[in-house]
């Protein structure tokens, strides 16, 4: 065989390798990892700054968690009125959505990516409600404190989904149902609020304990956990008549709502995982939950 014939034949034969090299590559590359749902109480944003049991056991979640291709947030502190909007940022910023804070705590930043893939995804999933995409946002301090501790290294795209404070509690679980789906492409889908919060019923002097320090704030925490394990979204939906407490534990919905959106994303037959219990100022309850 001439060297010629011979160069070509090896330049063929090493091209049908390497195209079955691919073909086999793609055929059994691994699917993104399913992620979890989460709730995390969030309580003050002093949080972000102070060592204590709860953010102790932020940054041992986050190792447990692993990497997710991107996060999804929904924050009691991102409230709008007759839509949901979704941040398609590529940089958001950090909102310090508060004051009468230390510096150290205004100078935080969080510069984590945007996601304006993954959240194109999201409005897309929540057409039938109307989603709006916005870079009107960042990240506010119901996502940042708490990501500053479960991903410190701010190396996960984040965006965030807000909440529409029109609508009643139906319409936030299904709005975590429609982005459930997100979950198997590797989003981690992450609500932040509290189950119990009235900041004008806290005992400042209180120190962190499994109790609450009010029998209202004790009572509705309980009740909404047993809820959960009852998988009973009905009632959960329906918080103001699930216990004598949410009258003073929900005064106002804002944090409580970020609950639903994690259990509407939660599976069938996902149990959901008390990772914190416990209460900051006496009435904050800083319940954490894991679905999947």
């Avoid at 394990?229 to 919905?253: I, V």
């Amino acid at each position: 065989m001439s060297p010629s014939r011979r160069q070509l034949l090896s330049t063929a034969l090493a091209s049908t390798l390497m195209g079955l090299a691919r073909a086999v590559t793609a055929g059994t590359s691994t699917p993104a990892r399913r992620m979890p749902s989460i709730f995390v109480g969030h309580g003050s944003p002093m949080n972000a700054v102070q060592d204590n049991g709860f953010t102790r056991t932020l940054q041992k979640w986050g190792r447990q968690l692993g990497k997710p291709a991107a996060i999804l947030v929904v924050s009691a502190h991102w409230l709008t009125r007759g839509e949901t909007q979704v941040l398609v940022q590529a940089r958001p910023k950090t909102i310090h959505d508060f004051g009468g804070f230390p510096q150290a705590l205004m100078d935080m930043q969080y510069p984590a990516a945007g996601s304006p893939e993954f959240a194109a995804q999201a409005a897309q999933a929540l057409s039938a409600q109307g989603a709006k995409a916005t870079e009107d946002w960042g990240l506010d301090h119901g996502a940042w404190t708490v990501l500053h501790h479960l991903y410190p290294k701010a190396d996960v795209p984040v965006f965030q989904v807000s909440i529409d404070y029109a609508r009643d509690g139906d319409y936030h679980l299904a709005v975590g149902r429609a982005l459930s789906a997100l979950r198997d492409q590797g989003v981690l889908i992450l609500a932040s609020g509290n189950v119990v919060h009235n900041l004008g019923a806290i005992d400042p002097g209180a120190s962190d304990g499994l109790m609450a320090t009010r029998p209202w704030a004790q009572s509705f925490d309980s009740a909404v956990k047993s809820a959960l394990l009852a998988d009973d979204a009905k009632a959960l939906a329906r918080y103001q008549s699930l216990d004598a407490g949410a009258r003073l534990g929900a005064q106002t919905p804002d944090h409580y709502w970020p609950l639903l959106y994690a259990l509407g994303a939660a599976r069938p037959g996902e149990a959901p995982k008390f990772v914190f219990e416990g209460f900051q100022l006496g009435t904050l309850s800083m319940r954490c939950v894991q679905w999947g």
